[in-house]
C-alpha cells in the first residue's frame, strides 16, 4: 500500500513536469517567431535600375571550338563583383537558351559570387598553380565579409577573379575535354574583355576548390585572362 | 759534372721526352667516337578514365570503356607497325592522374596520346597543355614538366592534324590543362573523339557515328597509327 503523502507528491510532481513543458514550448516558439521577425527577407529598398551599358562575351561554339565576340547591352551595377557576376551570368544564360552553339544548363544562377583580390605576380607565367590568397575580399553585394579585413585592391594594379560557381551547374555540365575547356576559358575571356584588370582567374565550387570540371578541365590552377583569345572577329 | 761542365740531368730529361714520343707514335689509333645511340621510339598511349572514374557519358557506354577499346585498337595498329607501345591501362582500372604521368615518363617515350571520348562537338579534338613553354631545365616541377615540351607537342598535334584531315576527318587544334598531361616529360597530345562530323544531309549516306562505333573508332585508330609512323620518321631525321 502506498502511502497518501507519496500519492501526493508523484502527483504534484507529475503536474510540475506537465507544466514545465508547456512552458518550455511556449518559449521555444517566442524564441523562434524573434528569429524570423529579425530575418525579415522583404525588401526594404527599391532596386535602383542601372543605365543599360555595353558588354563584350566571348561565346563559345562547340562546332569549331572557337571562342567569338558578341556584344550585348546590359544593365550593369557600379560594383566590379556584381558588374563581373551580372556579365557572367548573361553568358550563361545565353548557354542555357534553347538552340545554344554550346548547351550548358544553369544559367545565370549558376555563378554563386564572384571575388575580385590583388593579383599575385609569380602567377603570371601561367605555369604555377598559387594558391588563393589567405585573405579575400567578397566584391559582391548582399553578402558580409568576414575574418580580418581585406586588403585594399590597388588602384590600377592586376587582378585575380575568383568564380565561385553552384555545385548544381558543375554536376549538369556536359563531360569533354572540349565543352569543358570552352566554358573555362569564355569566362575567362569574358572577364578579361570587361575588367581588363582582371589577368588572372581562379574557380571554387560551392566556396570549396574541385579538382576539375565535369572530369577533365583543371579548375586547381590559376587561369590567365590572356589565354582565352577570340578566335574570330565578332560575331553578330 | 763531367769535365765539360755539362750536367747528366739534361741526357736523362731528353732521353725521358724521346720515350714519351716515341712510345705515343707507335701506339694504335683511338677507335672514332661511336655515334650515340639512337633513342627507341616508344608510343604511350593513355586510356583516360578508368574503374571508379567513368568519365563522360556517351549514348551507348561510358566515355571509359569507349577509350579502352581505342586505346586497344591502336595499340594494335602501332604493334603490327613496329611500334612499341605502352598503355597506361589494359582493363577497367582506377589509375591516378599522377600515375598516366609516371607510366609515360618512365616509358622515355617519344610522344604520348592521351585518350578521350565525348558526346559533344563533331570531329576529333587535339589539345596540347596549356602551360607556357620553358626552356628545359634539370629539375623540372612535377605540376608543369610539360611546359619544356610544349613546342614538342605542338608539333605533334600538327602530324596528328595532317594525318586526321588526311583521312577525311573534321579536326580542331586546342590548348587546356590536364594535370597528367601537364607532368609528362615527353611530347604529349590529347585526343579526344565526338560525334563523326555531319555527312551532309543526303538521305542515301549514312548518319554521323557516335564516338563509340566501332568502324568510325577504327578509322581513327587507322589515321592516329599513320600519324604515328609520319612522327617516327621525323623523329629519327638528323
Known amino acids: ?236 | 759534372m763531367d769535365a765539360l761542365g755539362r750536367s747528366p740531368v739534361l741526357p736523362l730529361a731528353i732521353f725521358l721526352v724521346a720515350s714519351i714520343q716515341l712510345s705515343a707514335a707507335q701506339a694504335p689509333p683511338a677507335p672514332p667516337a661511336a655515334p650515340p645511340p639512337t633513342p627507341r621510339f616508344v608510343v604511350v598511349i593513355d586510356a583516360a578514365h578508368g574503374g571508379n572514374d567513368p568519365g563522360g557519358r556517351l549514348p551507348a557506354q561510358a566515355e571509359k570503356d569507349c577509350t579502352l577499346a581505342l586505346s586497344v585498337r591502336l595499340r594494335s595498329l602501332l604493334n603490327a607497325r613496329a611500334i612499341p607501345v605502352v598503355t597506361t591501362r589494359e582493363s577497367d582500372l582506377t589509375i591516378d592522374q599522377n600515375r598516366r604521368a609516371e607510366i609515360a615518363n618512365h616509358a622515355n617515350a617519344q610522344a604520348c596520346l592521351s585518350l578521350h571520348a565525348s558526346q559533344s562537338g563533331a570531329g576529333v579534338h587535339l589539345f596540347v597543355s596549356s602551360l607556357t613553354p620553358d626552356p628545359p631545365t634539370r629539375f623540372a616541377p612535377w605540376k608543369t614538366a610539360q611546359a619544356a615540351w610544349v613546342t614538342r607537342s605542338l608539333a605533334l598535334a600538327g602530324v596528328l592534324n595532317s594525318a586526321l584531315l588526311h583521312a577525311g576527318m573534321n579536326v580542331t587544334l586546342g590548348r587546356t590543362a590536364l594535370p597528367a598531361i601537364d607532368s609528362m616529360t615527353c611530347p604529349a597530345v590529347a585526343v579526344e573523339i565526338g560525334a563523326e562530323a555531319a555527312k551532309g544531309s543526303d538521305p542515301g549516306r549514312p548518319a554521323a557515328a557516335g564516338p563509340e562505333d566501332p568502324a568510325y573508332q577504327a578509322s581513327v585508330a587507322e589515321a592516329l597509327a599513320a600519324a604515328m609512323l609520319e612522327w617516327r620518321s621525323e623523329a629519327h631525321q638528323p
Not at chain 1, 156 to 183: I, K, M, R
Not at chain 1, 192 to 214: E, I, K, S, Y
Open chain 1, 1 to 236: 500500500m502506498i502511502p497518501r503523502h507519496q500519492t501526493i507528491l508523484f502527483i504534484v510532481l507529475l503536474a510540475s513536469s506537465a507544466l514545465m513543458a508547456v512552458v518550455l514550448w511556449q518559449l521555444r516558439e517566442r524564441a523562434h517567431q524573434r528569429l524570423l521577425s529579425g530575418q525579415d527577407s522583404s525588401p526594404a529598398v527599391a532596386p535602383a535600375v542601372a543605365p543599360a551599358e555595353p558588354a563584350t562575351l566571348l561565346v563559345a561554339h562547340d562546332d569549331d571550338g572557337s571562342l567569338l565576340t558578341q556584344l550585348q547591352s546590359l544593365p550593369l551595377p557600379q560594383d566590379p563583383g556584381g558588374r563581373a557576376r551580372a556579365i557572367l551570368g548573361k553568358l550563361l544564360d545565353l548557354y542555357a537558351a534553347p538552340g545554344s552553339a554550346h548547351p550548358v544548363p544553369g544559367g545565370a544562377s549558376s555563378i554563386a559570387q564572384v571575388f575580385l583580390l590583388p593579383a599575385q605576380t609569380s602567377a603570371t607565367t601561367g605555369n604555377n598553380a598559387a594558391s588563393l590568397p589567405a585573405q579575400s575580399a567578397p566584391a559582391t553585394s548582399g553578402r558580409k565579409a568576414h575574418g580580418p579585413p581585406a586588403p585594399a585592391l590597388p588602384p590600377d594594379g592586376p587582378q585575380l577573379a575568383v568564380v565561385n560557381l553552384t555545385g548544381a551547374f558543375v554536376a549538369s555540365h556536359p563531360s569533354g575535354l572540349e565543352t569543358e575547356s570552352l566554358t573555362v576559358l569564355s569566362i575567362c575571356g569574358t572577364l578579361h574583355a570587361n575588367l581588363p584588370r582582371v589577368t588572372q582567374v581562379r574557380f571554387l565550387v560551392d566556396g570549396q576548390t574541385r579538382a576539375n570540371l565535369a572530369g577533365h578541365a583543371d579548375l586547381t590552377r590559376t587561369y590567365l585572362a590572356t589565354d582565352a583569345v577570340p578566335t574570330e572577329g565578332a560575331h553578330p
